[in-house]
Nanobody, 122 residues
């Protein structure tokens, strides 16, 4: 059973950049979709970005489009999220998730990491 472990969260200032990563402890099959979701205090979990493992096709949530970039590193079983031009609205716990559907719906993901906290100060 693959486990997902996120890292790289922290506290930054508005306008800064941050890169978070997610490592799978086992093999990530080529048909998998890896995604990032986030949950801000008092809000629903929100789709951020996804990448299909075999094609590299990506999709982004509207609130992060143009600022965030998801990438995969197959040999290292790692998916990363480069976050630029951060704002206080990006403050949340960021979760890595694995599924098989090219989907923005969290219900389509059956494996989740524990999350990494990102705090953006004004």
């Amino acid at each position: 059973q693959v486990q997902l472990v996120e890292s790289g969260g922290g506290s930054v200032q508005a306008g800064d950049s941050l890169r978070i990563s997610c490592v799978g402890s086992g093999r990530i099959y080529s048909s998998s979709v890896m995604a990032w979701f986030r949950q801000a205090p008092g809000k629903e979990r929100e789709f951020v970005a996804l990448v299909r493992w075999n094609t590299g096709r990506t999709l982004y949530g509207d609130s992060v489009k143009g600022r965030f970039s998801i990438s995969k590193h197959s040999a290292e079983h790692t998916v990363s999220l480069q976050m630029d031009a951060l704002t206080t609205e990006d403050t949340a716990i960021y979760y890595c998730a694995k599924g098989s559907q090219y989907s923005t719906n969290e219900r389509d993901y059956n494996l989740w990491g524990q999350g990494t906290r990102v705090t953006v100060a004004s």
